[in-house]
């Protein structure tokens, strides 16, 4: 049986709108608040938003994507099957097979006979910790370039007498949006880097997609050029591969020849180049909690390190567990196992990157200036646009008084991610060190939120861009010196 007439060219893909991929198997509700709860909680808690009891985020709480995931009901399920056993849990097998099929079996290829090349740890922090660590003990003036690091992968650097030195994309700071992938490391400094300082770096670091530098993704042809320039001084080339399966989605669409290459192809083609990751299942995982450092069996690191592998392994029995579970509980185990693999279905995949770029056109449809194009997790104002014509100087720190306000109005949660958490208070001189970035970060939350909520904060935003001029500016009452000052500072405002 046909349709009657022309009904049969009626279809969904002629309608403005997209259902979603998938539906509210269970859901929370909110406890509702005023504005005035909302303030009197803030300034209890000196106006860092990271200490805010997330129960009074009673609009929609973007301050990270990092396992804030809603889980699917595979993964609830799977959850249910870990069992918490000390040696070699069911899921130990089950994330071998799985990271195997992702990434590469030479990122996971266990034998008797040779040392581990595959750590779980509890978070991604943990696995940079465990390989700065090694790293850093082995010579002192170590340099790690990166497209960009990443807080804690700069703070656990630094911990270990490691330099951490950014190579941003000089497209990065371009308003244009005709570049897709801003994402890249500058290669042409990276070369000078290496003809000049080689003995001094142990690897070379490229974060995708490149969350400190605006969410953006990095090319295929870069992830190749900066691997085949490392090699060429024979350093070894490491991804944090958080983000992944967003980084293969935004290659599929606009790099030229991958437009019919599958997903899960394009992730093993990046990860081909490289000698070895860190991740955090938190992300591209669709879990909680977890992460890890793999490296390639027979690899470059795994050949210039050789010893580096077995103190890797007593640093996690030290810290973490036994390495068949790390620092994760085998209900974990499971659940992360089944998130990589959903991770890299397009129906996910593509509705998770399109969520985020209708948010930020509705970002800049109330006139905001954001950054384009869009990333893959988050929409950044550029908090440097934001206040152009405004009084506000960088040491007043507009970006942290716009959260605030964000917050104690409306009621939605985002982060500051600019001169003040990238910043340094030097205190010899007795001033302010700015970072070239300058962000308010809105991550979003995979599978959380539906269209209207991110309008809704789409419209709040709006409406303090508004009234920009009268923003107040913060003075920072604790912490202005400290590392990693983001996280712990107090704040108020000068009025
Ligand atoms: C979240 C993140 C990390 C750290 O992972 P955790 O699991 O939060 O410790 C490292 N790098 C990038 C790019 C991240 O987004």
Not at 327 to 349: F, H, N, W
């Amino acid at each position: 049986m046909g349709w009657p007439g022309q009904l049969h060219a009626l279809n969904e893909s002629q309608l403005p709108h997209r259902v979603r991929p998938y539906l509210n198997h269970a859901v929370s509700f909110k406890r509702p608040c005023s504005p005035q709860e909302r303030i009197a909680a803030l300034e209890s808690v000196g106006l860092n938003v990271f200490f805010y009891p997330a129960e009074l985020v009673s609009g929609c709480d973007l301050l990270s994507d990092s396992g804030t995931t809603a889980m699917t009901s595979a993964q609830w399920a799977a959850l249910h099957l870990g069992d918490e056993a000390y040696g070699s849990n069911r899921g130990y097998f089950v994330v071998q097979a799985q990271v195997r099929e992702t990434f590469g079996e030479e990122f996971f290829d266990q034998k008797p006979g040779q040392p581990a090349n595959a750590f779980l740890f509890h978070q991604g922090r943990a696995a940079e910790d465990a390989l700065f660590a090694q790293l850093g003990a082995s010579s002192p003036g170590l340099i790690v370039p990166s497209n960009g690091h990443f807080d804690t992968t700069q703070a656990n650097l630094e911990a270990h007498r490691i330099q951490p030195l950014n190579l941003f994309s000089p497209q990065l700071k371009e308003a244009s949006s005709a570049c897709h992938f801003k994402g890249d490391m500058d290669v042409h400094k990276l070369e000078n880097l290496l003809e000049k300082h080689h003995p001094k770096i142990p690897l070379v670091y490229l974060t995708i997609t490149n969350n400190t530098g605006g969410g953006q993704p990095v090319s295929m042809d870069n992830v190749s050029r900066v691997g085949a320039l490392a090699h060429q001084f024979e350093i070894p080339l490491f991804l944090d591969a958080c983000r992944f399966a967003e980084n293969a989605y935004f290659i599929q669409r606009h790099e030229p020849g991958f437009a019919k290459r599958a997903i899960p192809e394009i992730v093993r083609e990046m990860f081909s180049h490289a000698d070895g990751f860190t991740i955090s299942f938190k992300k591209d995982g669709l879990a909680n909690m977890g992460g890890g450092l793999f490296v390639r069996r027979d690899g470059l690191f795994a050949r210039k390190y050789p010893k580096l592998l077995d103190a890797l392994t007593d640093y996690q029995i030290r810290k973490e567990g036994h390495p068949t579970y790390g620092g994760m509980s085998g209900r974990d185990i499971l659940a992360l196992a089944q998130g990589l693999k959903t991770v890299t279905e397009e129906p996910y995949l593509s509705y998770r990157v399109e969520q985020v770029a209708s948010f930020g056109y509705a970002m800049a449809a109330q006139g905001l200036p954001v950054l384009t194009p869009f990333g893959g997790h988050a929409v950044y104002l550029d908090m440097n646009r934001f206040f152009a014509d405004s009084p506000l100087q960088p040491a007043d720190f507009g970006g942290v008084s716009f959260v605030a306000l964000l917050l104690g109005a409306f009621g939605h949660r985002a982060c500051e991610l600019g001169h003040f958490a990238f910043g340094k208070y030097d205190t010899h001189a007795g001033k302010d060190v700015f970072p070239e970035v300058n962000f308010v970060r809105f991550a979003v939350p995979r599978l959380r939120y539906e269209q209207q909520d991110l309008q809704a904060v789409a419209e709040a935003a709006g409406a303090l861009y508004q009234q920009r001029d009268r923003i107040p500016p913060v003075e920072v009452v604790w912490g202005r010196e400290l590392p990693l000052r983001h996280f712990k500072a107090r704040f108020r405002f000068r009025t």
